[in-house]
């Protein structure tokens, strides 16, 4: 999207320097990295960024009305209501498609939001080896805020930890170490010294959580919760005797629980911005489009794109059971706006926040980007493709 970097670094790279970049990325956590890793970042200038960051402070000033957790309650299911809700989500993540315009130019277009972690940990550690192997025009960054490498991890550490003893906090997941994210969990444990423990693992004793240090039994003090309530649900016959969520638990969760339900795609038909495509719940629609072709159906809560409709029809809309947990959202068209060597790819990019106990509103810290160059983001379509996968983006000073 900046012409001349675009141009330098596709005339500067080679398929050496990214083997070399890929083993590098590699040699710490060796086959931890369960996705393909694209062969460049991403640059964004000064004015495309701006509109991104104006999105999330728009939509950061209506969580924080007083209206919001009456208006986002209904989003909860009702089985999984939980105590000690804290006052915010401690993590927000903003997915942007970068998208053609009537005049052929570029904009950002909100795609979904989640009031829950993205691969914090990894993005701490994935720039740093990236620019030993590529050159990165002075000027661009990837954090943001003038947060950088060191100052980032100490944020970190402030808002999972806090207070707390080490041991204590935990990254609670689902079968951790078969997770495509699990390089971020390694990463996370690397920076903040915090355990990795499966949800399968954790001892109940009356309110108290307990995990197995190295064989001594640990009060679990502090939850980084990183369990999709999807997923869990999904296979949760299979996981045997575990405990429920919605037990009184002495226990904090980083982040609560009900906040990947709050700030998602819940949240987007109540939005009304220039970077926020138009978005109806499903269930109050008085008629459908005529042009149900410019839509995109979308369930409320999954992960990973799982369940989206792209060509949709009125058959597609009949087969709903439940429309109250579905949005019909107006397509955007994703540009072709990487020029690699065959076929340009398109891109989303993922703005970080976080958000620390005390502070009025959450910090803009770093972000990642994915390229594509197939219908949608994700690893299905784009399988034999290069010039795909996960990277970061360098934003313009």
């Known amino acids: 999207m900046v012409t001349g970097i675009r141009n330098q670094f596709n005339a500067s790279f080679t398929a050496d320097k990214y083997a070399a970049f890929l083993d590098d990325l590699n040699h710490r956590f060796p086959g931890a990295i369960d996705f393909r890793v694209a062969e460049t970042p991403v640059f964004i200038e000064k004015e495309l960024g701006r509109q991104m960051i104006d999105t999330c402070e728009h939509i950061i000033d209506f969580i924080k009305t007083a209206g919001f ?18 006052d915010h989500s401690h993590f927000i993540a903003f997915d942007f498609g970068i998208c053609e315009d009537e005049n052929g130019g570029h904009y950002p277009a909100l795609i979904e939001m989640q009031g829950f972690p993205t691969l914090f940990g990894f993005q701490a550690y994935y720039p740093a080896v990236l620019e030993k192997h590529f050159e990165i025009p002075k000027g661009y960054a990837t954090f943001f805020n003038g947060i950088h490498q060191a100052s980032y991890v100490e944020l970190l550490k402030e808002v999972i930890i806090g207070n707390n003893k080490t041991e204590e906090v935990i990254l609670l997941e689902i ?17 903040l010294g915090i355990n990795i423990v499966c949800i399968t693992e954790l001892i109940k004793e009356g309110r108290n959580l307990y995990y197995l240090n190295n064989g001594t039994k640990t009060r679990i003090s502090r939850i980084y919760n990183r369990v999709i309530a999807d997923e869990l649900n999904a296979i949760k016959d299979q996981l045997g005797d575990i405990i429920e969520f919605t037990d009184d638990l002495a226990v904090e969760w980083i982040p609560h629980p009900h906040w990947f339900y709050r700030i998602s795609k819940f949240t987007l038909p109540y939005l009304h911005h220039p970077c926020i495509p138009e978005t109806q719940f499903l269930h109050e629609l008085k008629t459908l489009p005529s042009d149900l072709e410019n839509y995109v159906l979308k369930p409320l809560f999954s992960f990973a794109g799982q369940g989206v409709v792209i060509d949709l029809t009125k058959e597609d809309l009949e087969r709903i059971q439940d429309p109250e947990n579905w949005i019909l959202q107006r397509k955007v068209k994703y540009a072709d706006c990487i020029q690699t060597p065959d076929d340009p790819a398109k891109v989303e990019i993922r703005l970080m926040y976080v958000w620390k106990d005390g502070d009025d509103r959450p910090t803009l810290v770093t972000n990642l980007a994915r390229l594509s160059k197939g219908k949608m983001i994700g690893v299905r379509y784009n399988k034999d493709k290069e010039w795909v996968g996960g990277s970061v983006a360098y934003f313009e000073q």
């Open 175 to 191: 079968k951790p170490h078969q997770q495509k994210t699990r390089i971020d969990f390694y990463c996370t444990k690397e920076l």
């Open 69 to 86: 957790l009456s208006l986002t309650d209904r989003a909860i299911p009702k089985q999984e209501y939980m105590r000690n809700q804290n």
